[in-house]
């Protein structure tokens, strides 16, 4: 289940690791523009979009934020490379799809990956394109998901929750 992140000690430990974690594996360059590789500036916009997250014994292995755009947000999230493969994964993702668009009429997705637009067309995100070195000087790719794309395509992952909540939503 997500946890929504409210700043505290406890867990602004835990961004604090997760920044680390990125920091030193590499990923946060492929996450993150270069203008939030300072720990500084991670923080600082961490505590300003809405965070959630999954964390096991070694820290943050989901996470997913949101930043508002006009009526909708920009839907980013990461998850630790051990888990990217599980059907935990999967949930929490689909978990963090639900959550945003409980809240906004239409998710965002930018990103410089291949095979993460590949997987988020499997969740209902539809494709619009490439936009030209808008991500640190290359290209990324722009994708949208809304509720009519979305529930009617992860019917499908019902038996991954044991709350029917995502089952009741389907029904919108």
Not at 3 to 17: K, R
Not at 29 to 41: D, G, K, L, V
């Amino acid at each position: 289940m997500l946890t929504i992140y409210e700043p505290g000690i406890n867990s602004d430990l835990l961004v604090l690791s997760w920044w680390h974690h990125m920091a030193t594996s590499g990923a946060l360059e492929q996450t993150f523009s270069a203008s939030m590789a300072p720990c500084s500036a991670f923080m600082s916009e961490m505590r300003r979009c809405a965070l959630v997250y999954e964390a096991d014994v070694e820290g943050f292995w989901f996470t997913a934020w949101y930043d508002v755009a006009l009526a909708g947000a920009y839907h980013h999230a990461w998850i630790r490379a051990d888990r990217r493969a599980s059907k935990s994964a999967l949930r929490a993702m689909i978990e963090s799809l639900h959550f945003g668009l409980e809240r906004w009429p239409v998710l965002i997705s930018v990103t410089k990956q291949p095979k993460v637009v590949e997987q988020i067309n499997r969740l209902g995100f539809v494709t619009l394109g490439d936009i030209p070195s808008i991500f640190d000087g290359e290209a990324a790719t722009l994708s949208w998901l809304d509720s009519e794309h979305f529930y009617p395509t992860v019917a499908k992952y019902g038996r991954l929750f044991d709350s029917p909540s995502l089952e009741a939503a389907n029904g919108r």
